[in-house]
């Protein structure tokens, strides 16, 4: 049985997607460390808000 | 292991249809975000606001794991695989980051509706930008993984390679 031929790399596309993929999740999850999970994206106002159905 | 064609079909037609509703329920988002944010009355940004919470619940989350979960099923039961091809473990990618956002953020779709249900909360601080932000945010991701879907650009990965040869061994490609 003849042996694989050696992979090619990955195509262009790939690894531009992949760098602007993997940029996106680490400002992500530097945003969620730096603002503090549960505050993503919060108003600002510190109001203590009901859960959903409790109002 | 492959599934036989009625299965596959039965798969394919649930995700592109939870895929879809999923990009559809994003619109109805940036729709209620463009009216809490410019609409005159107090009580349809209030309203807007108040609703998000509970439509999320009910149909963003609920949508965004059943895209999940059919992908997944999907592309394991048919020859793409889930790590041979790179459109594949993008759109995977894609699809399990846009879930984790989305669980993240339902916290602050809480404390929106909270300041919206409260009467004595000042119009200006009820009205908030972030959920245009992330609709907007939210709907180019899924297109690109919709355009990914329907275009599969080329490119094998280095353990679909292996195993295509291994399938295949006297394949030219």
């Given at each position: 049985?003849?042996?694989?031929?050696?992979?090619?790399?990955?195509?262009?596309?790939?690894?531009?997607?992949?760098?602007?993929?993997l940029?996106?999740?680490?400002?992500?999850?530097?945003?969620?460390?730096?603002?503090?999970?549960g505050?993503?994206g919060?108003?600002?106002?510190?109001?203590?808000?009901?859960?959903?159905?409790?109002? | 292991?492959?599934?036989?064609?009625?299965?596959?079909k039965?798969f394919?037609?649930?995700?592109?249809t939870?895929?879809?509703?999923?990009?559809?329920?994003v619109?109805?988002?940036?729709?209620?975000?463009?009216?809490?944010l410019?609409?005159?009355?107090?009580?349809?940004?209030?309203?807007?606001?108040?609703?998000?919470?509970?439509?999320?619940?009910?149909?963003?989350v609920?949508?965004?794991?059943?895209?999940?979960?059919?992908?997944?099923?999907?592309s394991?039961?048919?020859?793409?695989?889930l790590?041979?091809?790179?459109?594949?473990?993008?759109?995977?990618?894609?699809?399990?980051?846009?879930t984790?956002?989305?669980?993240?953020?339902?916290?602050?779709?809480?404390?929106?509706?909270?300041?919206?249900?409260?009467?004595?909360?000042?119009?200006?601080?009820?009205?908030?930008g972030?959920?245009?932000?992330?609709?907007?945010?939210?709907?180019?991701?899924?297109?690109?993984?919709?355009?990914l879907?329907?275009?599969?650009?080329r490119?094998?990965?280095?353990?679909?390679?292996r195993?295509?040869?291994?399938?295949?061994?006297?394949?030219?490609?």
């Amino acid at each position: 049985m003849a042996s694989a031929p050696p992979y090619p790399g990955a195509p262009r596309w790939a690894e531009v997607f992949g760098t602007i993929t993997l940029v996106v999740i680490l400002l992500f999850a530097v945003l969620m460390l730096t603002r503090g999970h549960g505050r993503h994206g919060s108003p600002g106002g510190g109001h203590g808000a009901p859960r959903w159905g409790q109002r | 292991m492959i599934m036989p064609a009625r299965v596959r079909k039965l798969f394919l037609t649930a995700h592109v249809t939870t895929t879809l509703g999923w990009l559809g329920a994003v619109l109805v988002f940036l729709a209620l975000a463009v009216v809490g944010l410019t609409s005159p009355e107090a009580q349809t940004v209030r309203g807007a606001y108040l609703v998000m919470e509970p439509a999320a619940w009910f149909v963003l989350v609920p949508l965004a794991f059943a895209s999940l979960l059919t992908g997944i099923i999907q592309s394991l039961g048919t020859p793409w695989g889930l790590f041979r091809h790179y459109w594949v473990v993008f759109k995977l990618v894609i699809a399990a980051f846009a879930t984790i956002v989305l669980l993240t953020y339902m916290d602050t779709f809480r404390v929106m509706a909270g300041v919206a249900a409260d009467p004595g909360a000042d119009l200006g601080l009820v009205r908030n930008g972030s959920p245009l932000l992330h609709a907007v945010l939210a709907l180019f991701v899924l297109l690109v993984a919709t355009v990914l879907a329907v275009y599969k650009p080329r490119g094998l990965t280095r353990y679909g390679w292996r195993r295509q040869h291994e399938e295949h061994p006297v394949s030219p490609s």
